[in-house]
């Protein structure tokens, strides 16, 4: 006996049909007409035709809107590619306007209890819960709307390396653009910058909340770093994140993990020196975040000038995935820039931490006025934040402004000023840099 084609893998799916323009009903009935006669589909019922306002898009007309519930064994793309070849021949153009006016519409709304997230596809439909045109007539089908898995309203959020690495593998073989945004949380407005950004460069955006202990240093801030999730889950939300990953320590760094990624001599200056395997430490951390998410693009603040070009380096050394994206300083209206650690400041310190800022400033509008000289130009800089008795100065450098490699005596063509300053105590390290030619400066997003 012939074995029937769907005996093996056979699927409920159910489909959204509908249409606004031409003769809609004949539209839909041909469709429907159409899958059923296709081999591998078998049609099991229509839900009734509803007249509904359009939502969304330019002035159109009504529309006329259903469902069809399938049998099929063939597979969600091939499914998807049915529908839009339906779409084509019943007169549909593919103009790019958005909730724009068609003479036929088929939305793959559920495969099975199949979840699917390609670039082109995801199931259940996303925006299938919202729509009433769509859950009056799954409910004619005897689907229980309720039970629907629903798109998950933020982030997904994931505590276990193996659970996220799957999660941007399943991404990336659906054919979407990963974008990677690594932080410690307290997340602010310079953090949200960076996600707006991969939120438009890429069709999935990660970010990564962990307060990495290999990059603290024994009498440095681990402890008291502030730590605050439910904020921190909300504004990812807000930016439009579809994953969090935030691990324990422990399942970063499981027992016996003893492995550091070393990193150059240039790592041991600035902040390097300060902070004595703070940039192994972030290595290590960046190395593993990089190959659990293999990101086709990460993003980083140059507010941390110095770690971009470790990162980079470590990049293009280990020949780490994807590109490493440098984003500008987002700051406050008074300059300072935004910093998870602003909030350890006392009021009095708050306010004379606009020196850094300011110091850095002064030395690029020397530089616009024609002083070019390296050690005058760091005078400069370093007379206003000796003019500020508050700030203890860490360093104070001017480097070159891609590589930040050392630049000698003398006239300088261009360059990045960087410093360092501690408030109060326990002391409070700010961060800043600025380039001379602080108009090329790209703004943040
Ligand atoms: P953190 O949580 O301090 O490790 O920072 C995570 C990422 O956000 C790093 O790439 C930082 O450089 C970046 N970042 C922090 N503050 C700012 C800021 N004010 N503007 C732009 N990027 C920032």
Redesign the pocket.
């Known amino acids: 006996m012939q074995q029937r084609w769907a005996d093996r893998d056979e699927v409920d799916v159910y489909l959204g049909v509908g249409a606004n323009e031409g003769d809609r009903e004949a539209a839909i009935r041909t469709a429907i007409a159409a899958l059923a006669v296709t081999p591998g589909i078998a049609v099991v019922r229509v839900s009734r035709l509803r007249e509904t306002e359009p939502v969304g898009g330019p002035p159109q007309g009504r529309y006329l809107n259903g469902a069809v519930h399938l049998r099929t064994a063939l597979a969600p793309h091939a499914l998807l590619e049915l529908c839009k070849a339906l779409e084509r021949a019943a007169g549909r153009r593919f103009d790019g306007v958005r909730n724009g006016p068609r003479p036929l519409d088929l939305d793959l709304l559920l495969y099975g209890d199949r979840e699917l997230d390609t670039r082109d596809l995801t199931l259940p439909h996303p925006r299938l819960a919202e729509r009433e045109f769509v859950l009056a007539p799954l409910r004619d089908l005897g689907v229980d709307v309720a039970v629907i898995p629903r798109p998950v309203a933020g982030p997904r959020v994931f505590e276990e390396p193996d659970a996220f690495a799957a999660w941007c593998d399943a991404r990336r073989r659906g054919g979407c653009e990963l974008g990677l945004v690594?932080?410690?949380?307290a997340l602010h407005d310079?953090?949200a910058?960076?996600m707006r950004r991969a939120r438009a460069e890429c069709e999935r955006v990660a970010v990564t909340i962990f307060v990495n202990p290999l990059q603290f240093g024994a009498h440095e801030d681990l402890d008291r770093y502030p730590r605050t999730f439910a904020a921190d889950l909300e504004l990812c939300r807000q930016a439009g994140v579809d994953a969090v990953f935030a691990p324990r320590v422990d399942a970063m760094y499981p027992p016996g993990f003893c492995s550091r990624v070393a990193v150059g001599r240039e790592a041991e200056t600035m902040e390097g020196a300060d902070r004595p395997g703070h940039f192994a430490g972030v290595a290590t951390v960046v190395a593993r975040l990089w190959s659990l998410a293999r990101p086709d693009r990460s993003y980083?603040?140059?507010?941390?000038a110095q770690?971009v070009a470790v990162l980079r380096r470590l990049q293009r050394d280990l020949g780490l995935s994807g590109a490493l994206v440098e984003?500008?300083?987002?700051r406050e209206p008074d300059g300072l820039?935004?910093?998870?650690r602003n909030r350890y400041l006392a009021p009095a310190d708050r306010r004379a931490a606009t020196v850094l800022h300011r110091s850095l400033r002064a030395a690029r509008d020397a530089f616009a006025g024609g002083q070019h000289d390296r050690d005058a130009l760091l005078a400069v800089a370093r007379a206003v934040l000796d003019a500020e008795p508050r700030g203890r100065l860490d360093y104070l450098e001017l480097r070159d402004e891609g590589d930040l490699a050392p630049l000698p005596a003398g006239r300088v063509p261009r360059g990045r000023m960087l410093c360092a300053v501690r408030f109060g105590e326990p002391p409070t390290r700010l961060l800043d840099n600025l380039s001379l030619r602080g108009a090329d400066e790209e703004e943040?997003w």
């Open positions: 690594p932080t410690m949380g310079g953090h910058s960076l980083y603040g140059r507010k941390d770690q984003c500008g300083i987002v820039a935004m910093s998870s943040p």
